[in-house]
């Protein structure tokens, strides 16, 4: 046989990739709730409003707060994507393995289920192999039945639940020391239980240990509220957390206190938020039976749409049919916008069937004054974190010269970059008129007028050489960007002035 030597010697093609760049924030909301149903040590996810009634139940709160936020807004070009909801744990809980529904199975077959089952419960193995269920009488009876031929005695208990169609299992003791695991055997995946959802057990937590954790676990969300009603001090520790998150989360606080009817009232948290200037914290009024105004805003803002032209959307006019008002009164609703809660308001105008519903105005105290400009700036603050990062990664080398502060330029106002992204979805607006002292403020940060180049363009991007101390110790030069939010019209007065 003939040989050769191979062209590799001579000519080498490494293949490689560049990639499509790292993919946007969400904007999705997550819900903290007492529901046991909810996995301890974890953020879980949803990705429909059905997958929310088929963990929780059909009737659950959990379920309507989702179909609410799912549904988005009254035309909106995308949907949520994701919910996610994390635990808050006011009393010491067991370890549980919930199975997956057996929905539509029936008894005649359950009884037909036989082989081994095993779960290690507390470090304890619990096993049989002669798992026999053709006597049971009813699913609750098979769960009596399983029960004890695992031998669990005082350690714990399986039940079934009839709404969801599971069987869980679930120690007796609690706290962290309770601990499950996955359950195995060969009559396991025919009862549900081999692909489990794991909940180990857990103490007692703040709402700051669950933002923290939350966040620790995963970082797609950035508006967060809670499932029931929190009392004021509970309120005041999760704004607390959100302003100290460097605007990057906010809180979506859900109020029922009737004082936020009343003018100038001092006591609601509204009042309070806007009197301690909070950033991230967007207070609604909902004094219904099982508010649901805190899902509509968390899933508007999981709506927007940041690659559609003119996508971005503002917090007020937004509606969505079916949402129950929380103001009908003209007075009430002025008491409540200057007590610092937005409404979802019955507004009538004159002639038959002119009633409109929709939500007004999306108010916050801190230094973004409407929710719609707070999470813009959370997308758009995140596309460039995240656009660096990818430069970065790209780069062997990143020079201190032009021809590195050049590549950083290109990156963030170049094609398909977080400025084209921006003035594409309308984030960053041209054509707007600066005040004498937001001009002054600007020569004051860049040593010069941009008023020019911000009106034209609707951005700036300053990039200081950065000094030698700062070079050796690979820092980041000094770098602004300025762009023009822009605001959006909420009110409009018209002067129709006759002539004859």
């Known amino acids: 046989?003939?040989?050769?030597?191979?062209?590799?010697?001579?000519?080498?093609?490494?293949?490689?990739?560049?990639?499509?760049?790292?993919?946007?924030?969400?904007?999705?909301?997550?819900?903290?709730?007492?529901?046991?149903?909810?996995?301890?040590?974890?953020?879980?996810?949803?990705?429909?409003?059905?997958?929310?009634?088929?963990?929780?139940?059909?009737?659950?709160?959990?379920?309507?707060?989702?179909?609410?936020?799912?549904?988005?807004?009254?035309?909106?070009?995308?949907?949520?994507?994701?919910?996610?909801?994390v635990p808050y744990i006011t009393a010491a809980r067991a370890a549980w393995a919930r199975g997956s529904s057996l929905k539509g199975m029936t008894l005649a077959t359950l009884k037909t289920i036989t082989g081994g089952l095993a779960v290690t419960i507390g470090g304890t193995e619990y096993k049989t192999e002669a798992i026999n269920l053709s006597a049971v009488t009813s699913f609750t009876d098979a769960a009596t039945a399983l029960t004890s031929d695992l031998g669990l005695s005082s350690a714990g208990t399986v039940t079934w639940d009839a709404l969801s169609s599971r069987f869980t299992i679930t120690s007796t003791a609690t706290g962290a020391e309770a601990t499950i695991t996955q359950v195995t055997g060969t009559a396991a995946k025919s009862l549900g239980l081999a692909s489990a959802v794991l909940s180990q057990g857990a103490a007692v937590n703040t709402l700051t240990d669950i933002l923290n954790f939350a966040k620790k676990q995963n970082l797609n969300w950035a508006l967060f509220s809670t499932v029931e009603q929190p009392e004021q001090d509970e309120n005041t520790e999760m704004a607390i957390w959100a302003n100290n998150q460097n605007k990057g989360w906010g809180f979506i606080m859900s109020d029922n206190d009737p004082n936020a009817e009343i003018a100038n009232n001092e006591t609601c948290f509204g009042f309070l938020a806007r009197d301690m200037k909070y950033e991230?914290?967007?207070?609604?009024?909902?004094?219904?039976?099982?508010?649901?105004?805190?899902?509509?805003?968390?899933?508007?803002?999981?709506?927007?749409?940041?690659?559609a032209l003119n996508g971005r959307v503002d917090a007020a006019y937004r509606r969505q049919s079916g949402l129950a008002p929380t103001c009908r009164d003209g007075q009430t609703a002025q008491n409540i916008l200057d007590n610092g809660y937005s409404y979802y308001g019955a507004v009538g105008g004159r002639g038959k069937d002119n009633t409109y519903n929709f939500f007004y105005n999306g108010n916050m105290p801190g230094?973004?004054?409407?929710?719609?400009?707070?999470?813009?700036?959370?997308?758009?603050?995140?596309?460039?974190?995240?656009?660096?990062?990818?430069?970065?990664?790209?780069?062997?080398?990143?020079?201190?010269?032009?021809?590195g502060y050049t590549r950083l330029r290109n990156a963030i106002s170049g094609d398909d970059g977080p400025v084209d992204a921006g003035?594409?979805?309308?984030?960053?607006?041209?054509?707007?008129?600066?005040?004498?002292?937001?001009?002054?403020?600007?020569?004051?940060?860049?040593?010069?007028?941009?008023?020019?180049?911000?009106?034209?363009?609707?951005?700036?991007?300053?990039?200081?050489d950065a000094p030698a101390n700062v070079r050796a110790q690979g820092g980041s030069p000094s770098i602004n960007f300025f762009y023009c939010d822009g605001s959006s019209i909420e009110q409009i007065t018209i002067a129709s002035i006759m002539i004859e």
């Open 280 to 307: 991230g914290v967007a207070a609604v009024y909902d004094a219904n039976e099982n508010p649901t105004l805190k899902a509509f805003v968390l899933g508007m803002c999981a709506s927007v749409d940041w690659n």
């Open 367 to 403: 230094s973004y004054s409407r929710l719609g400009k707070f999470i813009n700036q959370v997308w758009l603050n995140n596309k460039i974190k995240l656009t660096v990062i990818d430069l970065m990664l790209a780069l062997n080398s990143f020079p201190y010269n032009d021809e």
């Open 423 to 464: 003035l594409n979805n309308g984030v960053i607006r041209r054509g707007i008129s600066l005040s004498g002292s937001q001009k002054e403020q600007i020569i004051a940060k860049v040593g010069f007028d941009i008023s020019n180049e911000l009106y034209s363009q609707g951005w700036y991007l300053q990039i200081v």
């Open 1 to 85: 046989m003939v040989s050769y030597i191979p062209v590799d010697l001579y000519v080498t093609v490494n293949p490689s990739v560049i990639g499509a760049g790292s993919s946007d924030l969400g904007i999705n909301g997550l819900f903290i709730g007492k529901n046991n149903l909810i996995p301890a040590g974890q953020v879980t996810e949803f990705n429909s409003a059905d997958a929310v009634s088929d963990w929780f139940g059909s009737d659950a709160y959990e379920t309507t707060l989702a179909n609410v936020y799912f549904n988005g807004f009254t035309n909106c070009t995308k949907f949520p994507s994701a919910l996610y909801f």
